[in-house]
């Protein structure tokens, strides 16, 4: 299933038809959840690939055993795309830990009723679309992503694949006020106190750690464990779906990369639409606080 050039558009949002197709959207939508699922939730470029570490970690009280031998697309995968239910099937999970990039609303009459633990990953969108921007770049199967500027503004207006990072954020941050069973936190929040992040998924999971499991969490979580580790860091996939010499996914894993990208224009821009977009949300992001200033090494310490 190649397909690199087809795009599929589902409720109005489009997505990669090299991972997608009509079939396997619609299957999403009529997931049976069990209680026991844990539900990793994102918009594209948020941190999925680290919190699906950090959950398997958790899952296998810091055993890096899983970690570094089953690809994340089959310990986690993503529950829109097409081999999913195949993954399921073959290699039985327990638990099952499942991906998706959908908005909550179309998820919403799937998960109606079911306790499957839900934890939503959010990210500073400037940081998102620079990501997304060179992640494009890479991946073949998404569209030649131009000049940032022009991605920048199909991000904005929402066009970009798998939607409106607005429209996301909101849709999923609402039901923190309502749903017991979703933990959202940042990307920040991981960047700047993993221990602590680890913690609270690890509470939020009912699986408590050892001092010593945790830190094992911690070590085999990190970028640069991640970086090294073939598992997550794509090159597992080949040069003809991701050309690996137009960069790396795991690529700077800071915060405030923006910065290197972002022109004044560009940055005032994306301020006023984010104020205008985000004044129905009442939620406070951690890069609302002093930190979003700051540029953070990739232990998540201030450079
Ligand atoms: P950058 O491109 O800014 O480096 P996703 O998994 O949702 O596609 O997100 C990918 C982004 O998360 C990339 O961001 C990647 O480097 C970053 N990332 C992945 N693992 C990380 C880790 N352990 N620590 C910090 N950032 C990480």
Same mark, same amino acid.
């Given at each position: /299933?190649?397909?690199?050039?087809?795009?599929?558009? @589902?409720?109005?949002?489009?997505?990669?038809?090299? *991972?997608?197709?009509?079939?396997?959207?619609?299957?999403?939508?009529?997931?049976?959840?069990?209680?026991?699922?844990? *539900?990793?939730?994102?918009?594209?470029?948020?941190?999925?690939?680290?919190?699906?570490?950090?959950?398997? *970690?958790?899952?296998?009280?810091?055993?890096?055993?899983?970690?570094?031998?089953?690809?994340?697309?089959?310990?986690?995968?993503?529950?829109?795309?097409?081999?999913?239910? /195949?993954?399921?099937?073959?290699?039985?999970?327990?638990?099952?830990?499942?991906?998706?990039?959908?908005?909550?609303?179309?998820?919403?009459?799937?998960?109606?009723?079911?306790?499957?633990?839900?934890?939503?990953?959010?990210?500073?969108?400037?940081?998102?679309?620079?990501?997304?921007?060179?992640?494009?770049? /890479?991946?073949? @199967? @998404?569209?030649?992503?131009?000049?940032?500027?022009?991605?920048?503004?199909?991000?904005?207006?929402?066009?970009?694949?798998?939607?409106?990072?607005?429209?996301?954020?909101?849709?999923?941050?609402?039901?923190?006020?309502? %749903?017991?069973?979703?933990?959202?936190?940042?990307?920040?929040?991981?960047?700047?106190?993993?221990?602590?992040?680890?913690?609270?998924?690890?509470?939020?999971?009912?699986?408590?750690?050892?001092?010593?499991?945790?830190?094992?969490?911690?070590?085999?979580?990190?970028?640069?464990?991640?970086?090294?580790?073939?598992?997550?860091?794509?090159? *597992?996939?080949?040069?003809?779906?991701?050309?690996?010499?137009?960069?790396?996914?795991?690529?700077?894993?800071?915060?405030?990369?923006?910065?290197?990208?972002?022109?004044?224009?560009?940055?005032?821009?994306?301020?006023?639409? @984010?104020?205008?977009? %985000?004044?129905?949300?009442?939620?406070?992001?951690?890069?609302?606080?002093?930190?979003?200033?700051?540029?953070?090494?990739?232990?998540?310490?201030?450079?």
């Amino acid at each position: /299933m190649a397909r690199l050039d087809v795009t599929e558009t @589902f409720h109005g949002i489009t997505f990669p038809g090299h *991972l997608h197709t009509q079939d396997s959207l619609q299957s999403a939508l009529r997931f049976p959840f069990q209680d026991t699922d844990i *539900l990793i939730v994102s918009y594209p470029k948020s941190g999925t690939t680290w919190m699906q570490e950090i959950v398997t *970690l958790i899952c296998n009280r810091g055993d890096p055993h899983v970690c570094q031998t089953v690809p994340n697309w089959t310990r986690a995968p993503w529950l829109e795309q097409h081999y999913c239910a /195949m993954v399921l099937e073959k290699y039985p999970l327990n638990p099952r830990v499942i991906t998706t990039h959908l908005p909550q609303h179309l998820l919403e009459p799937a998960l109606q009723g079911s306790k499957a633990k839900v934890i939503y990953v959010s990210r500073n969108p400037k940081d998102v679309v620079v990501s997304y921007y060179h992640f494009c770049k /890479m991946a073949k @199967f @998404f569209p030649d992503p131009g000049s940032f500027q022009d991605f920048l503004n199909q991000f904005l207006d929402g066009r970009s694949y798998y939607g409106s990072w607005f429209d996301h954020v909101k849709g999923w941050t609402r039901q923190t006020e309502t %749903m017991s069973n979703l933990l959202h936190i940042t990307y920040e929040e991981m960047s700047l106190d993993p221990h602590c992040a680890v913690e609270k998924i690890s509470a939020f999971l009912q699986r408590p750690l050892v001092e010593e499991e945790l830190n094992s969490c911690l070590k085999h979580s990190s970028f640069s464990s991640m970086k090294n580790n073939t598992m997550v860091n794509c090159t *597992l996939i080949s040069p003809e779906i991701m050309d690996h010499s137009k960069g790396c996914f795991m690529r700077k894993g800071e915060l405030g990369n923006w910065k290197s990208l972002f022109t004044d224009e560009q940055n005032q821009h994306f301020e006023s639409v @984010f104020s205008s977009r %985000m004044q129905d949300c009442s939620l406070k992001f951690v890069w609302d606080v002093p930190h979003e200033n700051r540029i953070c090494n990739k232990e998540g310490n201030p450079n």
